[in-house]
């Protein structure tokens, strides 16, 4: 059985026919990366977070060891503390996201919504837009650098069909800065030890990260039963199995085990990980690595401020 879109024992013929597709769905892709975008805006506007910048946010307490400089006077008088005047953030970060266009992202079956490639595109494109929208800057590991460009969905497009050489299933290597965010979409599939090793690769630089797994639903419940032909898309051969009914116990637990291991080395670097099924809307990841980012994004902005505070005042 092969849910893919088609399969050939050609590299070369597969990979123009990849190309070939992705070329013809691209307009289609933009406009609804656009449309998701524009249904989860509503209630993010504006990033309110404390930082050097001009719009005021809040008052805070005054801290001390903190120049007195930074006391509001006029503030402070109405009552017995002393406050400083917080503006909105208004630096631009940087957010690098890796969309995995490998052949494996090249599968739907009949329980997803949508190819894997293509959710996981729509939602680059998406949270592109958002986090320009915010004021960030958003680029592609190897293929675009940051932009702010308020036409960061036609960039990130035209960046990814202009890309030379076959897509990888894991980033290429790319120094992120210490305040920067790497946001990873695909289906880590991969040996686990090769996914944790790049994970540890690329939080070596002290960047913050966020994982999203994205699946079929059949990748993860195994629905097959009876005589099946399974085809590995990047070259590793097809296996035929008699009763396929009988691998699924194996296979759902070796499953949760791969999770598990990337799970725990995202969280030794403080990074997230989530699991976002292709039968569910794209806003729903796409809402929830929003509001992962800004919590992120306060933790470095509180760090930020408390290293304005001299030790001796701790």
């Known amino acids: 059985m092969n849910a893919n879109r088609a399969i050939t024992t050609n590299p070369v013929e597969t990979a123009k ?73 208004e630096a631009a970060h940087t957010i690098w996201i890796w969309p995995d266009r490998s052949p494996s992202m090249d599968f739907c079956s009949k329980q997803g919504l949508e190819w894997k490639l293509d959710r996981a595109l729509v939602l680059a494109f998406a949270l592109g837009e958002l986090l320009v929208r915010g004021g960030e800057r958003v680029g592609i590991p190897g293929i675009m650098r940051p932009t702010a460009n308020r036409a960061v969905i036609d960039r990130m497009a035209e960046a990814i069909l202009h890309e030379s050489g076959s897509p990888e299933s894991l980033p290429p290597p790319f120094t992120a800065g210490p305040r920067d965010e790497i946001c990873l979409l695909g289906d880590f599939w991969n040996p686990a030890a090769e996914v944790t090793s790049a994970l540890a690769t690329m939080a070596s630089g002290g960047a913050m990260g966020h994982v999203a797994q994205i699946v079929d639903p059949a990748e993860e419940t195994f629905p097959y039963g009876g005589r099946v032909e399974f085809l590995e898309p990047e070259g590793a051969g097809s296996i035929t199995v008699g009763r396929a009914e009988m691998w699924r116990e194996d296979y759902v637990r070796r499953i949760a085990l791969h999770r598990d ?54």
């Open 17 to 89: 026919q990849s190309a070939q597709r992705l070329v013809a769905a691209m307009p289609r892709l933009v406009l609804e990366a656009r449309r998701v975008a524009a249904s989860v805006f509503h209630g993010l506007h504006g990033r309110r977070r404390a930082g050097p910048g001009e719009n005021f946010w809040q008052y805070r307490r005054f801290h001390s060891g903190e120049p007195a400089s930074r006391v509001d006077w006029r503030r402070s008088a109405r009552d017995d503390h002393l406050y400083v005047r917080e503006r909105e953030w």
């Open 261 to 314: 291991r990337i799970r725990e080395e995202a969280a030794r670097h403080g990074w997230g990980f989530m699991i976002h099924r292709t039968d569910r809307p794209a806003s729903e990841l796409l809402l929830a690595l929003r509001a992962r980012m800004g919590e992120t994004r306060n933790a470095i902005v509180r760090q930020q401020i408390a290293s304005r505070i001299p030790e001796a005042a701790a």
